[in-house]
């Protein structure tokens, strides 16, 4: 299994959700994963690409195929892709790299110029899915069903999630977060991290360390197109919108 | 050597200058070290001479045999430039893995690595002909785990 890598052009995105009732992060991805190749960019996909836990299967199977014939697409223009598993699609960890496109990896250690990152999606940092996951799995299929009913919900918990952590007395990480990622971040640090990414809280955003390392959120695709760009040893949060369409006659 | 920071009592930074001792050889120091910045030569006297047996880099651990095993440090060590080290003491190991749960498995993917590395080795003395068959079997079957230590 391979978790350290050498890449000095390197896009992470997390949290597609593709098949999900509310996701429509195929729109934007696809032109994304070209604009990307085209920029000679290696791509991670940090956690949570495809949806299992809340998935409409008709949903999966429209959007599914055409993102893994671009993700192909991508490997043949002789970009690398990367996957790192998450909490709602570990179960295809095999799947996915039987399908030959993708290197699969539980978290990947990144070496790009003189800096050192570590991608991995989270989710073994959420206080309620480590103490209580047969809980969290049935909540988490409760709320499939809720997304079907009004999509619009997940919006309201999105905004729920930024005013607690508004609340909140300490206020030092990114807004939206437990405070539990930025500590799991503080400690990855320590190991010599330059920049930690992580997904699944679905809040993009950076933070600085005490140790003076980078802690970095790549949020969702469901809600902005947040992305994190490596760009020989610099790591900055992004958004990405479309290459503006020339003019036909310029 | 500045101490940098005490944060637990079982874990702590240290600051080393270029070439400065971090353990000898026979020590029977049982930390674990984490290099946060800069690297570390490990050294091992022979017969021969001192041979260098690896240069850590940024985010490598050493220490570990010591600290698993219960045995004094197998070779030295010494800072190659200016080096921060994360140290762990005995006690804080757990404490770190269940803080930082990846920490132990990249532990696992380091040490199967060396294993393989160690087996490859001894693979290619043998093929060279220059220990005999069944010592080198014996190694192999030590290192394979058929014959605990």
């Known amino acids: 299994m391979i978790t350290t890598i050498r890449s000095e052009r390197l896009v992470v995105i997390s949290d597609l959700h593709l098949g999900n009732p509310f996701s429509n992060a195929k729109k934007k991805v696809l032109p994304f994963l070209r604009w990307a190749a085209q920029e000679r960019f290696d791509v991670c996909i940090n956690g949570d ?31 690398e892709v990367y996957y790192v598993t998450g909490n709602h699609d570990i179960a295809l960890e095999h799947f996915l790299e039987d399908w030959g496109v993708m290197k699969v990896s539980p978290f990947l250690n990144v070496h790009s110029g003189e800096t050192r990152i570590r991608i991995e999606h989270g989710h073994i940092y959420d206080p309620f899915f480590v103490k209580h996951p047969a809980l969290y799995e049935t909540l988490t299929h409760f709320g499939g069903y809720l997304l079907k009913l009004n999509p619009a919900l997940y919006k309201l918990w999105i905004s729920f999630e930024r005013f607690t952590s508004r609340m909140r007395a300490r206020k030092t990480g990114i807004l939206g977060e437990k405070p539990e990622f930025r500590e799991a971040a503080l400690e ?55 290459p503006e369409k020339r003019p036909f006659l310029s | 050597m500045a101490l940098t920071e005490h944060r637990f009592e079982h874990e702590y930074l240290e600051d080393f200058e270029d070439g400065a001792c971090i353990f000898e050889e026979g020590d029977t120091g049982r930390d674990l070290y984490i290099i946060q910045a800069g690297a570390v030569r490990i050294t091992k006297k022979t017969p021969a001479g001192e041979i260098e047996m690896a240069l850590f880099q940024k985010g490598d651990f050493f220490g570990d045999m010591a600290l698993l095993q219960s045995l004094p440090r197998y070779a030295s060590a010494h800072a190659h430039g200016a080096t921060r080290l994360l140290i762990l003491k005995p006690a804080g190991f757990l404490l770190k893995i269940r803080r930082d749960p990846t920490f132990a498995f990249e532990m696992l993917q380091q040490l199967s690595f060396r294993v393989k590395a160690s087996n490859d080795r001894m693979l290619e003395v043998l093929k060279r002909n220059q220990l005999p068959f069944h010592e080198v079997q014996e190694v192999l079957r030590i290192i394979g785990g058929g014959q605990a230590p």
């Not at chain 1, 199977?61 to 970009?79: H, I, Q, S, T, Y």
């Not at chain 1, 980078?214 to 919108?241: A, C, Q």
């Open chain 1, 188 to 242: 990855l640090s320590r190991r010599g991290f330059d920049a930690i990414v992580l997904g699944h809280t679905h809040h993009p955003g950076e933070n600085t360390l005490e140790t003076g390392s980078l802690y970095l959120n790549s949020g969702s695709w469901m809600l902005t197109p947040h992305f994190v760009k490596i760009d020989s040893g610099k790591v900055t949060l992004e958004e990405w919108r479309a």
């Open chain 1, 49 to 79: 690409g495809l949806e299992i836990a809340q998935a409409s299967f008709a949903k999966v199977a429209f959007e599914v195929p055409e993102f893994f014939r671009v993700l192909g697409d991508f490997k043949r223009a002789g970009r």
